[in-house]
Nanobody
């Protein structure tokens, strides 16, 4: 049973930084794609950043240069470092995983249905 648990979301002022974490447990394949999605109320989830098992990373234009996705293999943890936060970054952030694949497109090209494993999300609120 794969389990993803996000943490690190909180309320911050614009211009601030946060680091989100996603702890992964259960079945783990050496080949995978992991994505940080975000979702505002009544909107679809949109991919913000992804990392493949080969270390390749990709970002949505809206976060490029401000967000950094990384992983600690020893801890089976995925991170999202978010800098220069803006009020429009206010969303619930989810990590998602799919094993045995490589993501060849940008994160904003993927939908919820493309990933089998999800965490429960963590709320990020950025005030102006």
């Amino acid at each position: 049973q794969v389990r993803l648990v996000e943490s690190g979301g909180e309320s911050v002022q614009a211009g601030g930084s946060l680091r989100l974490s996603c702890a992964v447990s259960g079945y783990i394949n050496s080949r995978y794609c992991m994505v940080w999605f975000r979702q505002a109320p009544e909107k679809e989830r949109e991919g913000a950043a992804l990392i493949n098992s080969d270390g390749n990373t990709r970002y949505a234009d809206s976060v490029k240069g401000r967000f950094t996705i990384s992983e600690d293999d020893a801890k089976n943890t995925l991170y999202l470092q978010m800098n220069s936060l803006k009020p429009e970054d206010t969303d619930r952030y989810y990590c998602a995983a799919e094993f045995g694949v490589k993501c060849g497109n940008g994160p904003d090209q993927y939908k919820e249905a493309d990933f089998a494993y999800w965490g429960q999300g963590t709320q990020v609120t950025v005030s102006s």
